[in-house]
């Protein structure tokens, strides 16, 4: 089989399955109402509709709220797409659909091309339904509080570039993490712990501890984030004095170098192994 009709293959699996837009609807309602609300939060407290909490940290400027809030779609989101790359490998090893998938196409490598290809296209695919579900609300509350949207800006669009290709490195980090590690519910809990509890720890720690600060940001949430250009984690960490972060464009080598060893190590030690 070609490597045109490997690709389209792994896209039929994934269309013609539920999965796929049923974790698209639950990305549509986090990041969407994540955004809506801390858009309606931080509008309030910036236009003085809204008192900020004694003590605390102030007022967030207006101009920075803009990229912050669009920027959610990937610092919350990027689950999503990390996910179903997950679940586009080892829903094979766990509905045992490998074998004949290998039968339909022999070379092992172009069938790993193939779900990578497919990957690129379920990122984009997320990508564009996580940054509408950001952007709309979003745009729309802090209109509201008649702060400056910042959509005709060119660094804007630029930031909302960089979100998409965020998606589909993340994508295919998951099908890395799935060649990898073949047990779906290994692979699914080991995402959730790492993205959700793990890394959200160290990069707290980071914010206060100058030595772990240099170290989480080659982390690959971290990374992500530099390559976005604007994330709550590091807005707030800016704001604390701890902004530690790499350039855009490291950031995203940086998460392209987790995606290329993972897919490398899952080819070598896992895609290659003998199937039942």
């Not at 509408?132 to 609300?137: E, H, K, R």
């Not at 501890?209 to 984030?225: K, T």
């Amino acid at each position: 089989m070609s490597l045109m009709n490997a690709t389209r293959s792994e896209l039929t699996k994934q269309f013609t399955t539920s999965m796929w837009w049923i974790l698209a609807l639950v990305l549509v309602a986090y990041v969407g109402s994540t955004a809506a609300g801390l858009a309606g939060t931080f509008g309030a407290v910036a236009t003085g509709a809204l008192p900020s909490s004694g003590g605390g940290m102030p007022a967030l400027p207006e101009a920075i709220l803009p990229p912050l809030i669009y920027s959610l779609a990937t610092a919350v989101g990027y689950v999503f797409p990390l996910l179903i790359g997950v679940l586009l490998v080892t829903g094979e090893f766990r509905h045992k659909t490998l074998t004949p998938t290998f039968l339909a196409t022999p070379r092992r490598g172009v069938a790993l091309t193939g779900k990578v290809l497919a990957g690129i296209v379920m990122g984009l695919v997320y990508a564009v339904v996580a940054v509408a579900s950001t952007v709309a609300p979003g745009a729309g509350i802090l209109a509201a509080f008649g702060i400056d949207t910042q959509l005709g800006e060119t660094d804007i669009w630029a930031m909302l570039g960089r979100m998409v290709i965020a998606f589909v490195l993340w994508a295919l980090v998951g099908i890395g993490v799935g060649a990898l590690v073949r047990n779906q519910v290994g692979a699914v809990v080991g995402v959730i712990a790492f993205t959700q509890f793990l890394e959200p720890i160290l990069r707290t720690v980071g914010g206060f501890v100058e030595q772990v600060a240099d170290a989480v940001q080659w982390l690959p949430g971290a990374a992500s984030d530099s390559l976005v250009g604007a994330s709550i984690y590091t807005t707030l960490g800016t704001a604390e004095g701890s902004g530690a972060s790499l350039d855009w464009w490291a950031g995203g080598l940086v998460l392209l170098g987790y995606a290329v060893v993972l897919l490398v190590l899952g080819h070598l030690f896992s895609w290659r192994r003998d199937v039942a």
